[in-house]
């Protein structure tokens, strides 16, 4: 322990004056650069922790990821608390603003930040990034947020029907917290669950393509992943340092995503299995894997409409002999129809079921946005129907739960009349709960997976 030295005098009080700490600032930018400039807080953060790694050590580090990813998540329970508090309504306040009162009742009410370090340490950056009119603004409502108690206090002060509470004690807006309702279907009792596991962070999934995943294991330190007989879950450690991952040879996956290829790979088809279609591909990560479990002399076809996505693809599949990459839309092909025996659809969409990874979709997502989706994702599943042969197969995958956006695409798919619904269960025995009706739905809180949908159908003629 090193003690005062030097004639350094230690602190008369307890009560430490408040300093623009690196973390907070760090946990700031990264709220603003959401607000002002849409930034994606999983990409954003990660740079500037690089960028002041001289400055902040790892317990900082830690602490802006908890501010900046807790303070993201929760926006809209902060918001509500705050709203009442203060005279305007929030969106006329200066953006920067509001912000730091959103970090500040972050740490009010769900960290076990003292009060008054909470309250003085946001004063100051608001002093320093906004100016001192504002600090004093920023004093009063934080107090107030303060003497009104912890996230449980406020959220019984808020009131509001079952759904509101939900949706403020698990930072959801309220239209997904009906959403997962109505996906769960009679499961409706892990709704609490389902939302709580949103909050969690994600472990870090590998994929062993080219590599036996014993290797992985003992290269990562990491444990067989319990549904994916190619995934390894990492308990920590940087993913970027695992040889295999470094060569090429394993990537970064969830596991959910690799079900979602496996599914393409084992559906049952009779006839020709020689081309295999990925229509909507980019950056690459099930293309991957398909890749390496496809039998040999399949011919891989991977498309995206948007040329950067079909470079990422290129980059992630380097070398692979057989694969070819083009810039095509799904819902208008190119090539001519029934070229294919299996069609991988990994339709765009809301992104809601991956809400552990990325902290501020859940705010910036709004219901008008899935209508237009699911549009699209007909659209695809039409070109998809249209580009595989008759007696051939479709996935189609979303990385969402919401039912507008998967059973009931797929439900429209199946009224025509040479289309078939495969039930997908049965592909993963080794899968539990997994089955929603015919289709498959992970779940973070059941299977430590994003939220995919998994549907399978077979064109008949
Ligand atoms: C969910 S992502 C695919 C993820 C990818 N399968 C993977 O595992 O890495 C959806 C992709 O669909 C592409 N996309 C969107 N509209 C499309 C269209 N009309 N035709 C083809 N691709 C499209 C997007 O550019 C995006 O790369």
């Not at 509500?80 to 009742?105: F, I, K, T, Y």
């Not at 991956?354 to 501020?360: G, Q, T």
């Not at 998809?384 to 797929?410: K, M, N, Q």
Request: with cysteine; charged share 25%.
């Amino acid at each position: 322990m090193s003690g005062p030295r030097g004639g350094t005098r230690r602190p008369t009080s307890r009560r430490r004056r408040p300093a623009l700490d690196g973390a907070r600032l760090t946990a700031y930018d990264v709220l603003d650069g959401v607000t002002s400039r849409a930034a994606y807080a999983n990409l954003l953060l990660p740079q500037l922790l690089r960028e002041r790694a001289a400055d902040l050590n790892g317990r900082d580090a830690a602490f802006a990821t908890q501010l900046a990813y807790g303070a993201l998540r929760a926006t809209g329970t902060l918001d509500a608390v705050l709203a009442p508090l203060v005279s305007r309504p929030l969106a006329e306040l200066d953006p920067r603003v509001l912000d730091l009162l959103r970090l500040g009742a972050y740490q009010l009410l769900d960290l076990r930040v003292p009060a008054h370090a909470a309250v003085d340490t946001t004063v100051a950056l608001t002093r320093a990034i906004v100016g001192t009119g504002a600090s004093g603004l920023v004093n009063a409502v934080l107090r107030k947020v303060a003497a009104g108690g912890d996230r449980a206090a406020w959220v019984e002060q808020l009131g509001g029907d079952g759904d509101q509470r939900l949706a403020l004690a698990t930072d959801h807006p309220r239209w997904v917290v009906e959403a997962w309702r109505d996906a769960l279907g009679a499961d409706a009792g892990e709704l609490e669950a389902a939302l709580l596991a949103d909050g969690a962070a994600p472990e870090v999934h590998l994929v062993a393509r080219r590599v036996p995943r014993e290797q992985l294991v003992a290269e990562s330190g990491g444990e067989p992943g319990p549904w994916s007989p190619y995934a390894v879950r990492l308990g920590g450690g940087d993913p970027a340092r695992v040889p295999s991952v470094r060569a090429g040879r394993a990537a970064v996956q969830d596991e959910g995503s690799q079900l979602a290829a496996l599914l393409l790979a084992r559906a049952p088809l009779e006839g020709r299995d020689a081309a295999w279609l990925d229509v909507c591909a980019g950056p690459g990560g099930k293309a991957g894997l398909l890749a390496a479990v496809r039998p040999e002399g399949v011919r891989i076809t991977a498309a995206d409409r948007a040329p950067h996505r079909a470079e990422l693809v290129r980059q992630a599949l380097g070398e692979e002999a057989g694969v070819e990459v083009v810039v095509a839309d799904g819902r208008t092909p190119p090539w001519p129809s029934g070229s294919f025996d299996r069609v991988l659809l990994d339709a765009p969409c809301t992104g809601l079921g991956a809400l552990r990874r990325r902290p501020e979709v859940r705010w910036r997502r709004t219901a008008d946005d899935v209508a237009p989706l699911a549009e699209l994702q007909t659209a695809l599943l039409d070109g998809a129907l249209a580009s595989v042969r008759p007696g051939g197969v479709v996935a189609y995958v979303t990385c969402s739960p919401h039912t507008a956006e998967t059973v009931a695409v797929v439900d429209a798919a199946a009224g025509r009349d040479d289309v078939e619904v495969l039930p997908v269960a049965p592909l993963f025995p080794e899968v539990p709960g997994m089955a929603r009706g015919d289709h498959g739905q992970l779940w973070p809180h059941r299977h430590g997976t994003d939220a995919m949908f998994l549907a399978l159908l077979r064109r008949t003629r």
